[in-house]
């Protein structure tokens, strides 16, 4: 899919955004965080990403759909989508870091 990025100022460090109609992923993040925070947060948001190609994330209305049921009871610690996004963030900056490393020697 096509990702969108936008830097805004809010409380929020990122937000993965439903589909738009063009098939655009958006990505919006905090302009106001440091570097360390800002990569955090796009691997984070990233993970996001792949769940929406997947087709396990969507929104429907507003509402968030996980693996096609209603996923509106769940908070966002508890939210099956962010657990997976939390537990699959080290994963995926050290396969980052090994690529850089890998392309750099």
């Known amino acids: 899919p096509n990702v969108g990025l936008t830097a805004t100022t809010g ?33 984070h948001e990233m993970i996001h990403v792949k769940q929406m190609a997947r087709g396990h ?19 966002y610690e508890n939210a099956p989508w962010e657990i997976l996004a939390y537990s699959g963030m080290e994963k995926l900056l050290i396969n980052i870091a090994h690529r850089i490393i890998d392309s750099t020697m």
């Open 11 to 43: 409380a929020t460090a990122g937000v993965c955004d439903a589909r738009e109609a063009d098939g655009t992923i958006a990505l919006t993040f905090d302009s106001k965080l440091n570097q360390d925070d800002m990569i955090l947060s796009f691997v």
């Open 57 to 75: 994330l969507r929104y429907v209305n507003g509402v968030p759909h996980w693996l096609g049921k209603s996923a509106a009871h769940y908070s």
